[in-house]
């Protein structure tokens, strides 16, 4: 679902195959987004996180919502090492933003790993799939939106994951790390929101590296979402 420069484990092939290589930015610019500070790790400390899920709610096409109409809505990840709030671009997103929403309030999330952190080519941490196999997903699938055109992810973002077929977007998505360029020769991936708070949580579970070493792989640190939230912001009159 994101390019991978090596295999480190038997379903990378299936789900990375034939995505372009990328590389990270050295521009220096990792200042976190909203009030959190890069650096500002020592207060994070993870609970051991559930089992994976024996089971997950399973949908068809025909569940797949509408895209929403909403502007502003605002997402609670909760996590075993805290909570991450997302800013939904609801707008430049409807499609996913309405199905993040949808999967939200199903519980289809509920006690789901983090299974891949990448520090190599590209930085970031992708979750969001409950077998924690990195092959999950919701039962259907939708199309690309709002990836931007100078293939440039700011840290920060938050993105659908998917297949080389930009029609794959499901339940798989990833925070950014650190400011990447991921060449989008499929076109790119959905950028759907920009974590605005807990961005310490990310940050320490990427410092903390992956398990067994090299630049691409399960994280060290274990990190499963426990619940995932959604509040639409009232509109002022």
Same mark, same amino acid.
């Given at each position: 679902?994101?390019?991978?420069?090596?295999?480190?484990?038997?379903?990378?092939?299936?789900?990375?195959?034939?995505?372009?290589?990328?590389?990270?930015?050295?521009?220096?610019?990792?200042?976190?987004?909203?009030?959190?500070?890069?650096?500002?790790?020592?207060?994070?400390?993870?609970?051991?996180?559930?089992?994976?899920?024996?089971?997950?709610?399973?949908?068809?096409?025909?569940?797949?919502?509408?895209?929403?109409?909403?502007?502003?809505?605002?997402?609670?990840?909760?996590?075993?090492?805290?909570?991450?709030?997302?800013?939904?671009?609801?707008?430049?997103?409807?499609?996913?933003?309405?199905?993040?929403?949808?999967?939200? &309030?199903?519980?289809?999330?509920?006690?789901?790993?983090?299974?891949?952190?990448?520090?190599?080519?590209?930085?970031?941490?992708?979750?969001?799939?409950?077998?924690? &196999?990195?092959?999950?997903?919701?039962?259907?699938?939708?199309?690309?939106?709002?990836?931007?055109?100078?293939?440039?992810?700011?840290?920060?973002?938050?993105?659908?994951?998917?297949?080389?077929?930009?029609?794959?977007?499901?339940?798989?998505?990833?925070?950014?790390?650190?400011?990447? &360029?991921?060449?989008?020769?499929?076109?790119?991936?959905?950028?759907?929101?920009?974590?605005?708070?807990?961005?310490?949580?990310?940050?320490?579970?990427?410092?903390?590296?992956?398990?067994?070493?090299?630049?691409?792989?399960?994280?060290?640190?274990?990190?499963?979402?426990?619940?995932?939230?959604?509040?639409?912001?009232?509109?002022?009159?």
């Amino acid at each position: 679902m994101l390019p991978r420069r090596r295999s480190l484990a038997p379903w990378s092939a299936a789900v990375f195959l034939g995505l372009a290589a990328c590389s990270a930015t050295t521009d220096g610019n990792e200042t976190a987004l909203g009030t959190d500070d890069s650096s500002s790790t020592g207060s994070v400390s993870c609970d051991e996180a559930p089992p994976v899920p024996s089971d997950a709610p399973s949908f068809t096409p025909v569940d797949l919502p509408t895209p929403t109409t909403s502007e502003s809505m605002t997402a609670t990840i909760q996590t075993n090492c805290g909570d991450i709030t997302v800013e939904l671009e609801a707008s430049a997103a409807p499609q996913t933003v309405a199905s993040f929403d949808f999967l939200a &309030t199903q519980g289809y999330w509920a006690d789901s790993p983090c299974h891949r952190l990448a520090s190599g080519s590209i930085h970031v941490l992708q979750c969001g799939d409950p077998t924690g &196999t990195g092959r999950g997903g919701p039962g259907y699938t939708f199309g690309l939106e709002n990836a931007p055109d100078n293939d440039t992810y700011p840290r920060g973002t938050v993105a659908m994951a998917r297949t080389s077929d930009p029609d794959t977007n499901g339940g798989q998505f990833f925070f950014v790390t650190r400011e990447s &360029t991921i060449n989008g020769d499929t076109g790119g991936y959905t950028i759907f929101g920009k974590v605005t708070g807990g961005m310490d949580v990310v940050d320490y579970v990427a410092n903390e590296g992956i398990d067994g070493g090299g630049g691409d792989g399960v994280p060290s640190q274990p990190i499963s979402i426990l619940n995932v939230t959604v509040e639409e912001e009232a509109s002022e009159t």
